[in-house]
């Protein structure tokens, strides 16, 4: 029973284009959500997150989208370049210091 | 400050044997975690600690056991190796406002 889903488990985009990862969950409890980017053979690198007291958190070219009724949150990656091909891992906590992820969205941004 | 290390990076075991994974940390935090990452799981917590000398199960913690004698380090043991371990171990340290810091992972195969 996955608390945190992503259902995609690959996107590509084109370079210059918007990339949108969505990621759902069902655990009520989870106040606090996070966007991680992994490459080969490295761990994954905290990328942005948000709140559930905001709906909306950006940091350059990355902004996090919280709809906290339907459970749903989206990265949104503007514009796309070639450097952001990895695989993107959504988490929640519920306060703890405990963080579920979700199974992962490869990226792949053609040049 | 190389931040969150994992020894070794790879290995090889058969079925029944024992290995210990060390993970080294030093940005002085109090929480560390052994993460598993498997395909279309994302990665799921297996054990974790609140500090020197505490350690509590994760989501999949048979098989393994962990140590953290000294506050940097956070020892995980497999004591009889089976072929469902076979994974990539990520370890982690929290940086509260600035999110978990990952090592570079463990390729483990057991053969």
């Known amino acids: 029973d996955q608390q945190v889903k992503q259902n995609s488990p690959s996107l590509s985009v084109q370079e210059g284009r918007i990339s949108i990862l969505n990621c759902d969950y069902t655990?009520?409890?989870?106040?606090?959500f996070l966007w991680y980017k992994k490459y080969p053979a490295e761990g994954p690198t905290f990328l942005i997150s948000i709140s559930s007291i905001k709906d909306k958190n950006e940091d350059g070219r990355f902004t996090v989208f919280l709809n906290k009724s339907a459970k749903h949150l989206s990265l949104h990656i503007v514009p796309s370049q070639p450097g952001d091909s990895a695989v993107y891992f959504c988490?929640?906590?519920?306060?703890?210091?405990?963080?579920?992820f979700g199974a992962g969205t490869i990226l792949r941004v053609k040049s | 400050n190389a931040g969150v290390t994992q020894t070794p990076k790879f290995r090889v075991l058969k079925t029944g044997q024992s290995m210990t994974l060390l993970c080294a940390q030093d940005?002085?935090?109090?929480?560390m975690y052994w993460y598993r990452q498997d395909p279309g799981m994302g990665l799921r917590l297996i054990h974790y600690?609140?500090?020197?000398?505490?350690?509590a199960k994760g989501e999949v913690p048979d098989g393994y056991n962990v140590s953290r004698l000294k506050k940097q380090n956070f020892l995980l043991g497999l004591e009889s190796a089976a072929p469902s371990q076979t994974s990539v171990y990520f370890c982690?340290?929290?940086?509260?406002?600035?999110?978990?810091?990952f090592g570079p992972g463990t390729r483990l195969t057991v053969l």
């Open positions: 600690s609140v500090g020197e000398g505490t350690t």
């Open positions: 988490a929640a906590s519920d306060g703890g210091n405990k963080l579920v």
């Open positions: 982690a340290a929290d940086g509260a406002a600035g999110g978990v810091f």
């Open positions: 655990n009520s409890m989870f106040d606090y």
């Open positions: 940005m002085n935090h109090e929480y």
